[in-house]
């Protein structure tokens, strides 16, 4: 992996995604499984409605930034798989700004570049944006986000502009409507069975809003705890807020797996025994999920408890994971205190 270039590396990555977005229409035509996820037709219908000057929340169940649906509105003139491209354009951008991120943290070359190929070639991360998933654009956002903050400038401008433009809609429907969202399919949050046995009662506000209670005493702990270490903090805090979130879906863990090549070169844990361990660990407990949840789906078993219980064991193996990590992490503030203010503060003392 030496010789291969940075550039030669996004340009294999770049084919490779292209073909699978033909691959995947070519699958939607002559296949009864679709390699589309369902949710870029609603991604698609709001951008067909903001081309034609309407709000995208006219759209039943798009519940996303209006900028979401903006940048995918050549999908209605250009071509309907705009959109996939846009998202796997995305893609590469985070492995660029892995690169640049680290780069910036003088992480040694051949680092950088392992760590942007963890991103890049990973076939949980690859197959998201070439489905037509818009969690690549997050990502991308995230890490522009911490690269605007190790620089000093100001990255609230799209959600003050759309705020402007659709007023307290875009608020709840993007933002604030995900505090008191319930879901009562199954999926891999240990919430889900108990809103499955209520949902037809219709949860209080308060019922919904106390789910976030372990939720925000993790958050505020670990900020407490690392917040100077900017970048591994986001790491941390994302684990977290996934796990204990009222509704997890499998494209929830590419928020914390594009964080996860930013940590590494400070870590001690190596691959071998702990790292392994780790990896064969999360990889397990989701796979006994999915092993109920083919049960409950595909061949109609009652085991939602069952799959409840798998999902308890899947946060448990999150968090053990989770402590490891910060257990081997070598702490490393991002913000630098200036040498004169050191120096001023030694003169006072």
């Not at 977005?21 to 709001?46: C, K």
């Not at 990590?325 to 006072?348: A, D, E, W």
């Amino acid at each position: 992996m030496n010789s291969l270039k940075p550039g030669s590396i996004f340009l294999i990555s770049a084919i490779f995604r292209v073909g699978l977005i033909l691959y995947g229409e070519w699958q939607d035509a002559h296949m009864e499984v679709r390699y589309t996820d369902v949710d870029y037709i609603v991604f698609s219908d709001a951008a067909s409605l903001m081309a034609s000057s309407q709000s995208p929340y006219k759209r039943t169940t798009y519940r996303y930034s209006p900028l979401l649906a903006f940048l995918l509105i050549p999908n209605s003139f250009i071509s309907p798989s705009w959109g996939k491209f846009l998202f796997s354009a995305s893609d590469l951008f985070v492995g660029l700004f892995i690169r640049i991120i680290l780069k910036q943290r003088k992480v040694p070359d051949h680092l950088c570049t392992y760590s942007m190929l963890i991103w890049l070639f990973n076939p949980f991360t690859f197959t998201i944006g070439t489905r037509g998933n818009c969690e690549p654009i997050v990502c991308a956002m995230i890490l522009w986000i911490i690269i605007c903050l190790i620089n000093g400038s100001v990255f609230l401008l799209c959600t003050g502009f759309f705020f402007r433009l659709y007023g307290w809609e875009f608020l709840h429907e993007a933002l604030l409507y995900h505090l008191t969202r319930t879901d009562p399919r199954h999926n891999f949050s240990i919430y889900f069975y108990h809103i499955y046995l209520n949902y037809e009662r219709h949860l209080s506000v308060l019922e919904k809003l106390i789910s976030f209670l372990p939720q925000f005493i993790v958050q505020l702990v670990l900020v407490f705890c690392f917040a100077k270490d900017l970048v591994f903090c986001f790491f941390v805090q994302t684990v977290a807020f996934v796990a204990f979130n009222k509704v997890i879906t499998a494209q929830y863990f590419v928020w914390f797996f594009c964080l996860l090549p930013l940590i590494l070169p400070w870590t001690n844990m190596k691959l071998k025994w702990k790292g392994l361990s780790c990896i064969f660990l999360w990889m397990g407990a989701q796979t006994h999920w999915l092993l109920w949840g083919y049960l409950l789906e595909f061949k109609g078993k009652n085991v939602f408890l069952q799959l409840w219980m798998a999902g308890l064991l899947f946060l448990a193996a999150n968090t053990f994971i989770l402590i490891l990590l910060i257990r081997h992490h070598n702490y490393t503030p991002v913000f630098r205190q200036p040498t004169g203010l050191k120096t001023t503060q030694k003169k006072h003392e």
